[in-house]
Nanobody
Framework: QVHLVESGGGLVQPGGSLNLSCVAS????????MAWYRQIPGKQRELVAS????????????NYADSVKGRFTIPRDNRKDTVVLRMNSLKPEDTAVYYC????????????WGQGTQVTVSS
């Protein structure tokens, strides 16, 4: 069984930076996608950024929501069981609970969520 453990949330001032990390434990089968979502109370969970791990020997493919392009990045990483989200130029509207997600498929299909980590951007 796969579990996700998140770390790195907290309080930061507008314009500041924060890194989130998510590590998957358990056996993984490529291809799978590791992603970060965020949710504000009363609103739907939205996709922030993702990386597709197509195989263990190729580079991952990353994608970003328009609202975070140019500010958030998933750095290139050889660790296939980890997804890091580097958040720069943070804005108050980035305040949310951030969730790590792993979606495996199409051969071995399953989906798991992390417990969530709070990010608060405030002066």
């Amino acid at each position: 069984q796969v579990h996700l453990v998140e770390s790195g949330g907290g309080l930061v001032q507008p314009g500041g930076s924060l890194n989130l990390s998510c590590v998957a434990s358990g056996r993984l089968f490529t291809p799978y996608t590791m992603a970060w979502y965020r949710q504000i109370p009363g609103k739907q969970r939205e996709l922030v950024a993702s990386k597709l791990v197509a195989s263990l020997s190729t580079d991952d493919t990353t994608n970003y929501a328009d609202s975070v392009k140019g500010r958030f990045t998933i750095p290139r990483d050889n660790r296939k069981d980890t997804v890091v989200l580097r958040m720069n130029s943070l804005k108050p509207e980035d305040t949310a609970v951030y969730y790590c997600n792993l979606k495996s498929g199409p051969v071995i299909r399953f989906e798991v969520w992390g417990q969530g980590t709070q990010v608060t951007v405030s002066s």
